[in-house]
C-alpha cells in the first residue's frame, strides 16, 4: 500500500520500520521541524526523521499543516492511506478525509481511556494493571475517532514508563501492520468510541514531580514509575532536593517521610513504605541507594528524613 507516515518521537520509529518491513512504498514522511537540544542547542532533527533518510525517504516538516500547503504535498504523493503515530500537530479535516483507505492513527492507550498526551504515564500514576495500543480512524477531535483494532498488554508492578514505552511502541507497530492487511482485504471494522467511559491523560509539566509521602507506598512508587524518567519525581531529604528513579514497595510503616533504614534506604509513607533503589542528587548522576548513602556520611536514619 502506499502510504505517507506522519509521526516525530521514538514511540513512532517502530511502526514506520514495521510498515517498511511489511513491503508497503512509504511515498512520505511528515514530522516535527528539528528543534535546538543539549546545553549548545544543537539543532536535531526527530528520530522518525533521521530513521526516514536511513531509508532514502522523503521527509516533510511544516509548521502548519493548516495552510495548504500541506495538502499539496499529499495529493502529489497520493498515499492510499496515512499513518499517524506520536505527530504532535492536529491534523484539519481535508487532510484526514484525503486518502482512500483513511487516515490512522496508533495511540498508546485502550481508547477511549487515556485520551490525550501522556497515556503511558498516567496509566501508571494511576495504578493500572493493563494498558495497551488502539488503532482508530481520525476525526477532528482529541482521540475521539472510531476504533479498528486494540492490543493489550499487562504492566509490571515495578515498571517504569521509560520501559513500558518501549514494549508499547513496538506493540503499537505489530498492530498497524494487521490493519494495512486489514484494510487492503476489505474486512476492516470499526467501533464508537464510548465517551461516558473516556479519560483524558493531560500533558506532563514539572509542576507533578514533588512527592506526597503522606500518600500510600503504591501511590508513591506508582508516581516515581509514571514520571521516570521525564519529568521525574522529586523529594526534599533534609532539605536537599533529590531525585527518585527506581523504588519498591514495602510494607514497614512509620511516621510518613521517617527513613525506616540506611541500608536498604527505605522510607516510611502514609500507608507502607518505600525501598529506594536508584536516586539523585541535584547536579550529580543518578546513583544506587547504597552508592548515595555512602557519599552522605551518615550512620543514623533518624537524622533523616524525606518530605
Not at 526516514?52 to 516538516?61: D, H, P
Not at 498497524?176 to 506532563?204: C, F, N, P, R, W
Request: glycine fraction near 8%; charge should be neutral; charged fraction near 25%.
Amino acid at each position: 500500500m502506499k502510504i505517507v507516515f506522519m509521526g516525530t518521537p521514538d514511540f513512532a520509529v517502530p511502526c514506520l520500520k514495521a510498515l517498511i518491513a511489511d513491503g508497503n512504498e512509504i511515498v512520505g514522511v511528515f514530522s516535527q521541524p528539528d528543534k535546538p537540544k543539549g546545553r549548545k542547542f544543537v539543532l536535531t532533527p526527530p528520530p522518525v526523521k533521521k530513521t526516514a533518510l536511513e531509508y532514502g525517504i522523503s521527509v516533510y516538516q511544516p509548521k502548519t499543516l493548516k495552510d495548504g500547503s500541506a495538502l499539496e504535498i499529499l495529493k502529489q504523493l497520493s498515499p492510499e492511506m496515512i499513518v499517524v503515530a506520536a505527530y504532535g500537530k492536529i491534523l484539519p479535516k481535508e487532510i484526514i478525509d484525503f486518502p482512500k483507505y483513511g487516515c490512522i492513527n496508533v495511540h498508546a492507550s485502550l481508547l477511549p481511556e487515556y485520551r490525550g498526551a501522556s497515556p503511558i504515564q498516567t496509566a501508571i500514576i494511576e495504578g493500572k494493571s493493563k494498558t495497551g495500543v488502539t488503532a482508530m480512524y481520525m476525526d477532528v477531535g482529541l482521540d475521539t475517532g472510531d476504533i479498528l483494532m486494540k492490543s493489550e498488554l499487562d504492566i509490571g508492578e515495578n515498571e517504569t514508563a521509560d520501559e513500558l514505552h518501549d514494549r508499547l511502541s513496538e506493540l503499537g507497530a505489530e498492530l498497524i501492520v494487521k490493519v494495512v492487511h486489514s484494510a487492503l482485504e476489505g474486512t476492516l471494522t470499526k467501533q464508537k468510541q464510548d465517551d461516558e467511559k473516556s479519560s483524558y491523560a493531560k500533558m506532563l509539566t514539572k509542576d507533578m514531580s514533588a512527592l506526597d509521602f503522606t500518600e500510600s507506598a503504591q501511590n508513591v512508587h506508582n508516581r516515581v514509575r509514571g514520571l521516570n524518567s521525564w519529568p521525574g519525581a522529586t523529594a526534599l531529604l533534609n532539605g536537599k532536593k533529590v531525585k527518585l528513579h527506581k523504588t519498591v514497595v514495602l510494607d514497614n510503616n512509620g511516621e510518613p517521610g521517617q527513613v525506616l533504614s540506611i541500608d536498604p534506604l527505605v522510607v516510611a509513607c502514609g500507608k507502607g513504605s518505600i525501598e529506594i533503589i536508584e536516586i539523585q542528587s541535584e547536579g550529580k548522576r543518578k546513583m544506587t541507594a547504597r552508592e548515595f548513602v555512602n557519599g552522605l556520611h551518615e550512620n543514623d536514619p533518624s537524622n533523616l528524613r524525606f518530605s
